[in-house]
């Protein structure tokens, strides 16, 4: 019998990460029923959202009355700037090591009820803008600067305005560790950059392809592991870090994140849940522009969503105790992403 990847179990591997996922495309052959439910009920604005403008916050603060991006510091961080470091390890098995940091929230815009989706790409650029900013001030200090958005409850998040966190560290987390070794890697066995490489053999392959404008490509990495999980790549300038991306580079990856978000919300018809962030090269202060030419700057959406707007893979048992496991391939994900209207959101729909 010869194999097709539609249609027969295999593992794929993940480069950047050296992991393996399962992939299992033959537990939905069944006909997918498409179900798209009604719009979940949203509720209405909260008031007295502590993250819009003018708010009173859990500290007393008060929001100015902000009219583009707004970043403050968390009021309940997970890493302060000023610690006492642990005593140094000798006991292999009982290693600690000080972790400084700081933590901060930054609203992409005063209205609660908006979402990137439903924002105009000049909004979506000026919260890009800012993310370079903040990975400017705090890259000076600190190794690690995390961006990212927990977008729906179904993520754990605690506040539906728009907005993402800040997590500056003075440790390199585990996955940019592995994946600055894993590019490394490649690019002194290749000479050139893994990802750069990887998006040449995408853009010709054209079976992940999502979305693409003249600076950026999203698409679904061949080692996905979230059902409709994406990569934002850009297209030239090598870009190591959001801090190098050029003004034509931020405006054209406005475009294609509303686009993106906008055929999530389609796709299910209701407010796309999703964990994003961005990763490139790290930062602090033995680093300076250009020096990591194995990176490239790329975006990561992760949603759990899996057939409807109320049903989520679940990454637990096999995933936690083995490995990560799909049904539906990259492949069809990014089929059915296309499918979807990226101009028109199903909120202005008959407008
Ligand atoms: O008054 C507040 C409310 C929420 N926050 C912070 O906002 C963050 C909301 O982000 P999440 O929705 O991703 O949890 C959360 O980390 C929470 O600590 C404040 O700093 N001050």
Known sequence: MEFRSNEHQHIRYNPLTDEWILVSPHRCLRPWSGQTEEPPEEAPPDPTNPLRAGATRANGQKNPMYTSTYVFPNDFPALLERVPAPPASTNPLFQAKEAKGTCRVMCFHPDTSVTLALMTTQEIRAVIDEWANQLQELGRRYTWVQIFENKGAIMGCSNPHPHCQIWASSFLPNVPRIKDRMQKEYYTEHGKSLLVNYLEQELQKKERIVLENDDWVALVPYWAMWPYESMLLPKHGRPQRLTDLTEE????LANIMKQLNTAYDNLFNCSFPYSMG?????????????DSPHWLLH???????????????FMVGYEMLAQSQRDLTPEQAAEKLRQCDHTVHYKLRNQ
């Open 299 to 313: 975006g990561l959406y992760f949603p759990p969503l899996l057939r409807s707007a109320s049903v989520k893979k």
């Open 278 to 290: 961005w990763h490139g090269a790290p930062t602090g202060p033995g680093h300076k522009p250009g």
């Open 249 to 252: 580079q931020r405006t054209a």
